[in-house]
């Protein structure tokens, strides 16, 4: 089992409507979860981070944690086509280790 | 400020030749990771730097791989005996540490073994 999973997609979602990208995570022991977005050719790029359980939200993206059935979300509303790109969800472990352990990235597509 | 540098942005070596990347990370982060990625992968994590000292080291692939941070700024990724299968982009990053531990990204640093 991977320690981090994503489906790979690609996932496709009209322009306007809400996108969701999911990710399931094996160490329950994982303290704080990051979102990154990439764009073909190009590094990482820092979403949002959530260590809480519960919703946070910024702007046009939701991060979801629920740490008891191990998964983290990432919802953007009205998608526009600037947010097709690859979707990294990343997770550390525990503080005493800062290493991030990352997914294989969603692709999503947003048709105009 | 300036983010994250990188550079080369590209290597092109040939198998068996010694290579050597550099990452100049945000002043005062005081943590610098590397990590490489494959294509249609996940960034995988490499080593990670508090200050001068490697925190982590349990990602690097084998004794060819090894990486610097004399200072405690600049860090320098060698390669020794490059292989083919080396070839992918290798990503630093750093991080201020506590509370957010938040890391962000340089350009990376595109390598092809010939």
């Known amino acids: 089992q991977k320690e981090v999973e994503q489906n790979s997609g690609p996932l496709s979602v009209p322009e306007g409507a809400i996108a969701s990208l999911n990710c399931t995570y094996s160490?329950?022991?994982?303290?704080?979860f990051f979102w990154y977005r990439q764009y073909s050719g190009k590094s990482p790029e820092l979403i949002m981070f959530?260590?809480?359980?519960g919703d946070k939200e910024d702007g046009r993206f939701t991060a979801q944690l629920n740490k008891a059935s191990q998964y983290v979300s990432l919802l953007i509303r009205d998608s526009q086509p600037s947010d097709s790109a690859t979707y990294l969800c990343a997770v550390i472990s525990n503080f005493g280790n800062e290493k991030l352990t990352f997914g294989t990235g969603t692709r999503l597509t947003i048709i105009p | 400020g300036a983010g994250v540098s990188q550079t080369p942005s590209n290597k092109v070596t040939e198998k068996g030749k010694y290579v050597e990347l550099r990452c100049d990370p945000i002043?005062?982060?005081?943590?610098l990771y590397w990590y490489r990625q494959s294509l249609g992968q996940g960034p995988e994590f490499l080593i990670y730097?508090?200050?001068?000292?490697?925190?982590?080291d349990s990602g690097l692939p084998n004794d060819r791989f090894f990486a610097v941070r004399p200072e405690g700024s600049v860090s320098t990724l060698k390669i020794q005996r490059t292989e083919r299968g080396d070839s992918a982009v290798y990503l630093c990053?750093?991080?201020?540490?506590?509370?957010?531990?938040?890391?962000?990204f340089g350009p990376g640093t595109r390598l092809t073994v010939l």
């Open positions: 959530i260590y809480s359980n």
């Open positions: 990053a750093s991080s201020r540490g506590a509370p957010t531990y938040t890391q962000y």
């Open positions: 730097f508090q200050g001068t000292g490697a925190a982590d």
């Open positions: 160490d329950r022991g994982s303290q704080s």
């Open positions: 002043s005062g982060h005081t943590a």
